[in-house]
């Protein structure tokens, strides 16, 4: 990162702190002499002064149009309003860990069936990951929603959004296994076939544990989506957060606090989440594949 | 519902709803990648409050559900006197999303250029505008065409969004959606729509991967 320091300016504690690996994006800038340091400074105060300006202005903003009143806010002093807040939270994780669950089964299936040797299934898993990655999933819940009840069948809401959600998962996450079955070296079913094992047994017993293990980082970042998914509630009514958001609203005619909060809750639970799978994906040294 | 009567009775809703989808897809993610250069230029630079401002929004940003995003411009930017109108509310929804994902591809495909590279370039005599220009963001956009596909069609996902908002020009999902409201339209407008929509991510994937193979630095 700065070996090739010439001058002898003192290193930035930054990076006399790091201890991990320089990456590309410190290279890029060498050990700054005294006017580059100077400049930066500059920057570095007009930034603050542009990011103070741009809070002052989202405060006059909400100050001159009345929605840091009281009136919008005191309900969240009320216990119920949390319970009410809580209860949407539990549908939501419900859901979330409900569609986490079958989308990684039903990947596996589908991944299997796309690696099988038998041509036609192989065809019938291609096909089917496809749609499932490549038509939104409200398209599908408005399937379950309008078409369903024409034939007869009435599903709970929790299933009306949960379906969806896991099948659109479940073709993502086909292709996160896939790509972590080409990641195990070839040698591995080679051994595996050379003690005798067959092509389904060394794949179920030395490949497929080994994909898993590449993959699990990738599977907490997906399992973000599924819980953005999740807010597909508010379509048909089913009570996790969202819809609960949306009776808070017309209870107390509090639209913005309600709105900011709940946000903030799904913020701040995908962005634990993705943490989890940088911090696995750390002490593993599996890497997350973008998919 | 036949297929017959579905093409006669629907079937220019059907391809103006294909092409409302197609522009808002397109619009957000053409501004969003814009967005996204402008954001890690800033997120890149040596001064620290603006690159944490830029990693703030960034987390902010990929993290938000994006129906809670929508829904916050539609009914609650209004409260907060801005009011946008119902599409502009859609593609500004995906623009500042695209943006967030397209930053963060950015930093990937940045890191994915070696260090070396850079202390290379530099014992070379080349400041630091040619070693951006020249060495390190050609290298990087190469590296991200993968992702940058895969966000397209993301994009186009999440612009299905718009059903949940009265917008004037019906996106495919709404377009299903009123039409089974009105009448029993049945599996075959969801089967018309899905096609539609597939075809679309296909040919985003075909022309993505084409790209990729193009200019993709084998390592």
């Known amino acids: 990162m700065t070996s090739t320091e010439q001058n002898h300016a003192p290193s930035p504690r930054r990076h006399a702190r790091r201890v991990a690996p320089p990456t590309t994006q410190d290279a890029l800038f060498e050990v700054s002499g005294p006017r580059a340091r100077r400049w930066i400074h500059v920057g570095t105060v007009i930034s603050v002064l542009v990011i103070l300006g741009l809070l002052y202005v989202i405060y006059q903003q909400f100050a001159l149009s009345g929605q840091l009143d009281a009136q919008y806010w005191s309900f969240f002093g009320a216990w119920t309003t949390w319970t009410f807040i809580g209860s949407g939270l539990l549908g939501t994780l419900s859901v979330a860990v409900t569609a986490g669950i079958l989308a990684i089964v039903v990947g596996l299936l589908l991944m299997s069936g796309r690696v099988s040797s038998f041509a036609p299934l192989r065809w019938l898993s291609t096909a089917i990951i496809e749609v499932a990655r490549g038509v939104p999933s409200l398209l599908f819940i408005y399937f379950l929603f309008l078409v369903l009840p024409t034939w007869g069948i009435t599903i709970s809401t929790y299933w009306m959004i949960t379906i969806p959600i896991s099948f659109n998962a479940a073709g993502v996450l086909a292709e996160v296994f896939r790509s972590g079955v080409n990641a195990v070296p070839n040698g591995q079913s080679e051994a595996a076939t050379s003690l005798g094992l067959s092509r389904g047994q060394a794949f179920r017993s030395v490949i497929l544990p080994q994909a898993i293990r590449y993959v699990i980082p990738t599977l907490v970042t997906q399992l973000v989506v599924v819980v953005k998914d999740t807010t597909f509630g508010y379509v048909v009514t089913y009570p996790e957060m969202m819809q609960n958001a949306k009776v808070l609203i017309s209870n107390y005619n509090s639209l913005v606090p309600v709105y900011v909060v709940t946000a903030v809750i799904y913020i701040v639970i995908n962005y634990l989440l993705s943490r989890l799978a940088r911090y696995i994906s750390r002490r593993t040294g599996a890497k997350i594949v973008v998919s | ?219």
């Open chain 2, 1 to 219: 519902m036949s297929i017959g009567y579905l093409v006669s009775h629907y079937g220019t809703q059907f391809l103006s709803s294909l092409l409302t989808t197609w522009r808002l897809t397109a619009i957000g993610f053409v501004f969003g990648i814009l967005l996204a250069l402008l954001l890690t230029i800033v997120r890149v630079s040596p001064i620290k409050p603006a690159r944490m401002a830029v990693e703030f929004y960034v987390q902010v940003f990929r993290n938000i559900p994006g129906l809670s995003l929508l829904i916050f411009i539609v009914y609650g930017l209004p409260a907060l006197h801005i009011l946008l109108d119902y599409e502009p509310s859609v593609i500004t929804a995906l623009i500042i999303i695209c943006s967030a994902f397209g930053c963060e591809n950015l930093m990937t495909g940045i890191n994915t250029v070696g260090v070396g590279q850079v202390e290379a370039a530099r014992s070379l005599g080349l400041g630091f505008t040619s070693i951006v220009t020249r060495i390190v963001i050609p290298q990087a956009l190469r590296s991200v065409v993968q992702p940058m596909t895969s966000l397209l069609i993301a994009v186009m996902l999440s612009s299905s969004l718009a059903s949940q908002i009265p917008v004037t020009n019906l996106d495919l999902t709404g377009l299903v959606a009123k039409i089974n409201n009105a009448e029993a339209g049945g599996i075959l407008t969801f089967a018309l729509a899905a096609v539609l929509y597939l075809g679309t991510a296909l040919i985003i994937a075909s022309i993505g991967a084409a790209i990729d193979r193009k200019v993709r630095i084998a390592r």
